[in-house]
């Protein structure tokens, strides 16, 4: 009975990992739209002629959403909206495209192979879960028990969605396992990647910087830099640029938000003062994720808090109810309700009330009218005769290019940069939510491709060939220096007589950071080709030419490599199986037919 009861609490868990497993073929009713998404029964996006619902992209949006919001107990901020749109598009294209090769390769699984894999090859969250374990090791016998008639009927909701949990997973093992084939892992691979982690070297160099060379002492000609750039026109091109007006709606707290949020603290601190319940009252009007505990931090150090916090929550006696208390967070009010002291170290536990200052939702829904009446009349009557009617005055950007989303006056703001270049100058935006408010936008002009003008990158011309010729001086250098050391020279006292860096940094292996140098392959590379005691020629590497001198490297440890080896065996084919997959992926979507119409349901 009690295996029942624990299996029936369990089910929330496979219901979670389900809900992410099942991209391709599960649909969630999430209610209201928060999305910026227009609610149209229309298709979004079609993958090789199937087509993705609005409504479907719309609930996978807000499920991920109400997702965010649980982890973090906030909205998703404005900057990462964008972002987040992207990641379910490519998710979902990603599922349609391997729903359709595992139709293509007849990979679903039958009615046999689902009822033998959920018997024998049960999925990892059930090997995982103590309700079929015994002495903490799965029990298969536990395991059959369950699958019996009457217990299976008893928590036909749990095997439901384990059942279609592995009816979802077996054709993509399948596929999987066909794209694996033929990949394996040799064992010189196994004892190269052993090496990479664990053999360790220990040197000593000294290097010679391009910066030793001052390039004010380097002379340039008319007919360097002209060869520089007739050689490197490519390198000059100019994309497509536009330029926009634009009227931002601020959505920030006024001084009467700030205000009104300053009186309802005053109101709570003496609420609870005064003997209310403090842990209900920060469930009922705590900003922060601690409100669902009522309000409670634990214990913690001083140092773990904002300064302005920590001093109020030491300062107050245990019992105390303090504030408000003003952080870069909001207004605190404080309530101690312990002290102690552990390894000499003060620790303070509290409860808090946090009320962020934040514009009301009037403030909000003007910005957003505002905004939106803008946008509407300059459709109507043109943007100049809008600007009038309405009182306000736009900026202007400077020129700017598609790809990174930078708009110059408005930061990344992805969705405009879009709308920028998928339309018309002259166009004219709907409104669209900004990190500084509620955005109106107008296209003006664009500056057509272009190769830069010779004069234009005359600056950037004499830095580079400046750059190189200093490389080149520094090699010379370093050359004149190796040769010095084959005449008997040492570090030391090359390091004196030409004021030279000599290091010694600690022993290092081949994926280390090393100070002064970084993580370098060159001279990583370098210094475990040398045998102890030899000293390489000058190498480039990404900061200066080093002379490097090998003092010691570890041997190979031959036991130590038996213990690892089939670990990293299989670390080794994980990784070459998800690179195969990977690229195997990216060709099969460059080669697919894909309609992304999301430009026509976001804002």
């Known amino acids: 009975m009690a295996l029942m009861e624990r299996m029936r609490g369990f089910t929330k868990v496979v219901l979670y990992v389900l809900v992410f497993a099942f991209v391709g073929t599960i649909i969630f009713d999430w209610g209201m739209n928060i999305t910026g998404l ?4 229309r298709v979004i996006g079609i993958v090789n002629g199937d087509e993705i619902d609005t409504a479907y992209f719309n609930n ?13 107990g906030s909205s998703v901020p404005e900057s990462q909206q964008d972002y987040l749109i992207e990641q379910v598009w490519e998710q979902i294209v990603r ?5 359709q090769e595992i139709k293509k390769r007849n990979l679903n ?20 879960d103590s309700s079929f374990a015994t002495d903490g090791q799965f029990d298969h016998a536990k395991y059959n028990l369950a699958l019996q008639r009457d217990n299976y009927n008893a928590n036909i909701q749990y095997w439901t969605q384990v059942e279609e949990y592995v009816r979802y997973m077996i054709p993509r093992q399948k596929l999987q396992d066909n794209l694996s084939a033929g990949i394996y892992v040799t064992n010189s691979e196994v004892k190269s990647e052993y090496l990479q982690r664990n053999q360790e070297a220990t040197v000593e160099y000294i290097s010679v910087a391009p910066a030793r060379f001052k390039d004010a002492d380097i002379e340039l000609t008319d007919a360097e830099l002209s060869d520089y750039y007739n050689s490197h026109k490519e390198d000059f091109q100019e994309k497509l640029k536009r330029k926009i007006e634009f009227v931002v709606y601020s959505s920030q707290a006024t001084k009467a938000d700030s205000a009104e949020v300053e009186a309802e603290v005053q109101d709570l601190l003496e609420l609870a003062q005064s003997g209310a319940d403090f842990a209900e009252l920060a469930i009922s009007n705590s900003d922060d994720n601690s409100a669902e505990q009522g309000g409670d931090l634990g214990f913690f150090k001083r140092e773990a808090m904002v300064k302005p916090f920590s001093d109020a929550a030491f300062a107050a006696k245990v019992g105390e109810i303090v504030g408000p208390v003003k952080s870069q967070f909001g207004l605190h009010i404080i309530k101690v309700v312990d002290k102690k002291q552990e390894d000499g170290v003060e620790q303070v536990r509290a409860s808090h009330i946090l009320r962020k200052y934040e514009a009301s939702s009037n403030t909000v829904e003007a910005a957003r009218d505002s905004a939106a009446f803008l946008a509407t009349i300059a459709e109507e009557d043109g943007w100049e005769s809008a600007l009038q009617e309405e ?3 736009s900026q202007t950007s400077t020129f700017f290019t598609e790809g990174s ?4 006056g408005l930061g990344i703001e992805r969705a405009i940069s879009k709308f920028v270049f998928q339309n018309k100058v002259g166009s004219v935006s709907n409104y669209y939510t900004t990190k500084q408010g509620f955005a109106v936008v107008k296209i003006i002009d664009e500056q057509a491709p272009r190769t830069k003008k010779q004069e234009e990158v005359k600056g ?3 830095n580079i060939l400046k750059q190189d010729r200093q490389w080149d001086l520094a090699k010379e250098y370093a050359e004149n220096l190796r040769k010095e050391i084959d005449g008997g020279a040492t570090f030391e006292s090359l390091a004196t007589s030409e004021k030279l860096e000599h290091e010694k940094p600690e022993k290092f292996n081949r994926q280390s950071y090393i100070a002064k140098v970084g993580r370098d392959p060159v001279f990583i590379g370098t210094a475990f080709r040398l045998k102890a005691g030899e000293y390489s020629k000058p190498v480039k590497a990404s900061r200066a030419y080093y002379i490097i001198k090998l003092n010691q490297v570890t041997e190979f440890a031959a036991n130590d490599f038996e213990i690892k080896k089939e670990i990293i065996r299989k670390e080794l084919l994980q990784r070459k199986q998800q690179e195969s997959f990977n690229q195997w992926y990216a060709a099969l979507k460059d080669d697919a037919e894909i309609v992304d119409n999301r430009k026509d349901f976001l804002r």
């Open 60 to 72: 996978v949006l807000q499920q991920e959403l109400t997702r965010y919001s649980q982890q973090t």
């Open 405 to 408: 989303g930078f708009i110059p």
């Open 95 to 99: 599922e349609v495209i391997l729903n």
């Open 109 to 128: 699984p039958s009615a046999k192979e689902i009822a033998y894999n959920m018997r024998n090859n049960p999925p990892q969250f059930i090997l995982n």
């Open 460 to 462: 950037l011309i004499e």
């Open 391 to 393: 009182k306000v005055q």
């Open 38 to 41: 227009k609610s149209n029964p």
